[in-house]
Every structure is written in structure tokens, then in C-alpha cells.
């Protein structure tokens, strides 16, 4: 098959890149020009492990290049995936679909002979209804199909979710288009992956379901954890405890500093608001984003706790700055609400991250950025993880103490054990544990 993919941000490199190692020919178009120089030059501009091998190896081999004119990767496609951002809308929080509708524009005033055009931004539903009518302002009906097909894949472990999801959800409404999916996701099915054919409508609103389920599950076991902590409960017990049954899962029910991220904050704010605008407010959906919200600013209340409840011209080690490991991502990272809360009480923050520290330099002003995870500990007087990062897990906790003025560790994503953190010495506080 021929894929052209628009826009080669996060979901759009990802998986066009992944297509061209399915064997598909791949063009992806940006119209950053030096965005697609870098690309052709080997260069990846997100931190993703793995990405920079699968595109050296496909681009080698001919199946994937990148350009930034739309015209001719249209004109070639079977299939042209629209995969631009679609950040939140400053005001009310719904998707601003302003380069979704612009790609699709473009793409309507190049297309020759009959092409699917398939949506993989994330879009709130009746997107893909009208994608189609700015469509046919420029093609007839029998040149063009629309189909939603959502991406399911996590930063960090980008390549092995597009390559083994646990289903591919798409939402085709003609044979004919079908038949063109079924090819492209030919490989996956082949290793027996569900591939779930629905509306238009259902695909959409499926990813959203999505991600705002397994943001209520980590809302859940967060709100859970705070009551561990008052009744002398361990909430990796209670995890496990409702993990095991089977209609939970245990997945997604890891308790920290509250969720982030480019996806989950933005689309829970954005399915609230479709829940608005059809007139049927999903209030669950509010409260997560409120009380996790609410919950990353708190976790400056635990630093100034740990601290005897002052934090004014000390220092304070942060360890982990992006909003989850393996990503150089800090879009509403918890450490963008917590840095500013502990400065703003008086700390002298000293903060040391393996990937995120560029992208963190323009967004979090008065901080010190040190060069490993070491050197922020020296004479501070409390360090905080906020992000678990591997290499936070093995530090050696012998140098940890003895560089610090004082050893107090309030570990966000609870690394360590508490018992062991008591014997050596530590004044540790964790997430949901007694310490
Ligand atoms: C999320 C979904 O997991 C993907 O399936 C989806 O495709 C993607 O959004 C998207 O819509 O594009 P991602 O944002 O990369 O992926 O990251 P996650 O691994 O889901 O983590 C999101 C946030 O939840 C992070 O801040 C993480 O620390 C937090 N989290 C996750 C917890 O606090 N506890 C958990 O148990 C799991």
C-alpha cells in the first residue's frame, strides 16, 4: 500500500514509520521545511526509544521519505492518514481542530483517484463527518472515503504499541474502504491482532472512552492512596488486591503525583466538553480533571510537610522533571505545578532530568539544571521524585545521604521501599504507604 502521512509530530512519525517497517511505501509530509531537513538527515526531533533505528532502517531501504509538499504524497496515496495536533482550545478545552480541517482542505484539492482519507488525530466526534464535507467541496463522493482509525500508542513505548496493540479500532463505513484498511493492518492480523470495524462516530468517541477510563482509574487508586495514608493501608496491597480481579485489571493503577501528559488532561478536558455540547455532561469526567488538578499543585503541601512546614531558602533536590519516563515530553507534567509551588514558598530548587531538561529550561524559570542526578543532592535539604525514571530507582542511597544537609526523600511515585529508606537512615514520604 501507499501511505502519505500529514504532519510528523508524535502519532504521525510513529506511525509512519511503523507502516513503512510493516513494508508499506510511507511519505510523510510536514510543512516545517527544517523539521523535514533534520528528518532527512537521520535526525529525530522527539525522544522515543527505538524510533531512530526503525527510520534509518526503512529509509535505507526505500519505503519511507519525507517532504513538505502535500500535493504529490497525496496524488500517490492509497490511503493519506491525517496525524496533526489537536491541542486543547484555549477557554473551554475542546480540541482546536484548525490543522485538522486546513490538512484536510489540502488534501481535498489534491486527490486524483479514489483515496481513503483516515483521521489518527485524536478528534471529537462528528470530526470525521465534517472532514468529509470540506472534502467534497473540491472532490466528488465516489473519489473519497473518510475513516477514523485512533492511535492507541504511549510515548515511551511508542514502536511496541504500534506493532502489538491490543486492537486496532476502525471506524469505516464503506467496503471499499475497509478493503484498504484490511490491507494496511494486514501484518497485524495476521499475528492475530482484533481489528474492531465501526462507525465513524464509535471509532472516535472510542478513543476518548479510552483515555478517560484509564484516567479515572489512576484518579481512583490516587484518591485511594490518600486514604491509605490516613488509615494505615499500603496501596500497592489494595492495587494488587483489585488488580487480580479480572474485571479490574491491574494495569493503570499505580498511584503518584497525578496524570499528565499530552493526552490525558487534554482529552478528558475535551470529552467533558462534547459531553456539553451534546447535552450530556459526563460529571465523572469533570471530577477527574478537577481533583487531578487539584492533586498535582498538593504535592508541594508534601514537600513542605516532610520539611517541619517551611521550605523558605532551602534547598530542595528535584528528581524528574518530564511527565513520565523514557520521553522528553513536559506537557503538563505534575513537575510544572510542583516546582513553582515550592519556589514560590521560598526553596531553591536544584533539578536534574535524563531527557527533559531542554524543554524544561522554557517552562520553568529560577531553578538550577544540573548535570546528573547526583549533583543536586549536594547539601540539600530534601530531594523529591517526581518522575520514575530507571536510573532514579539504583542510586546509591549511601551517597545520596551523606551528600544531603538533611536526608529527606518524598518520593512521588514510591521507588522505594519504605522500610528499607527507614533503616538507612531517611525521612521518607511516599505516595499511599506509611513511611
Ligand atoms: C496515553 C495512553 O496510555 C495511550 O494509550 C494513548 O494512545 C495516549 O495517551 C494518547 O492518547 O496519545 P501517554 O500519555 O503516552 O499515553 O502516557 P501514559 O503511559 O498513559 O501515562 C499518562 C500519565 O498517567 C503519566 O503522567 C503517568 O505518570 C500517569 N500514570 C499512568 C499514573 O500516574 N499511574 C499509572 O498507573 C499509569
Known sequence: ??????????????????????GHEVICVDKDQGKIDRLNAGEIPIFEPGLDVL????TKAGRLSFQTDLVSAVEKADAVFIGVGTPSRRGDGQADLTYVFQAAKEIGQAIKDYTVVVNKSTVPVGTGRKVAEILAETCTSDLFDVVSNPEFLREGAAIEDFMRPD?????????????????????????????????????????????????????????????????????????KGIGLDGRIGGKFLHAGPGFGGSCFPKDTRALYQSSLEFEAPIKLVETVINVNESRKIRMADRVITACGGSIDGKKIAVLGLT??????????????????????????????????????????????????????????DAV????????????????????????????????????????????????????
Not at 501511505?3 to 517497517?21: N, R
Not at 533539578?351 to 549536594?378: N, R, V
Not at 517526581?386 to 539504583?394: P, S, V
Open 1 to 22: 500500500m501507499r501511505i502519505t502521512m500529514v504532519g510528523t509530530g508524535y502519532v504521525g512519525l510513529v506511525s509512519g514509520t511503523c507502516f513503512s517497517e510493516f
Open 55 to 58: 527510520v534509518a532502517k526503512n
Open 167 to 239: 486492537r486496532v479500532v476502525v471506524g469505516a463505513e464503506t467496503d471499499k474502504s475497509k478493503k484498504v484498511m484490511e490491507a494496511i493492518y494486514r501484518p497485524l492480523s495476521l499475528i492475530q491482532t482484533p481489528i474492531l470495524f465501526t462507525s465513524l462516530e464509535s471509532s472516535e468517541l472510542t478513543k476518548y472512552a479510552g483515555n478517560a477510563f484509564l484516567a479515572t482509574k489512576i484518579t481512583f487508586i490516587n484518591e485511594i492512596a490518600d486514604l491509605c495514608e490516613k488509615v494505615g493501608a499500603d496501596v500497592h496491597s489494595v492495587a
Open 323 to 380: 511527565f513520565k519516563p523514557n520521553t522528553d515530553d513536559m506537557r503538563e507534567s505534575p513537575s510544572l505545578d510542583i516546582i513553582p509551588t515550592l519556589c514560590k514558598a521560598g526553596a531553591n530548587i536544584h533539578a536534574y532530568d535524563p531527557e527533559g531538561m531542554e524543554e524544561a529550561k522554557s517552562l520553568l524559570s529560577d531553578i538550577t539544571f544540573c548535570k546528573d542526578a547526583y549533583e543536586p543532592l549536594e547539601g540539600a
Open 384 to 435: 523529591v521524585i517526581i518522575t520514575e525514571w530507571n536510573e532514579f530507582r539504583a542510586l546509591d542511597l549511601d551517597r545520596v545521604k551523606s551528600s544531603m544537609k538533611s536526608p529527606i526523600m518524598v518520593d512521588l511515585r514510591n521507588i522505594y521501599e519504605p522500610r528499607e529508606m527507614k533503616d538507612l537512615g531517611f525521612e521518607y514520604t511516599c505516595v499511599g504507604r506509611q513511611a
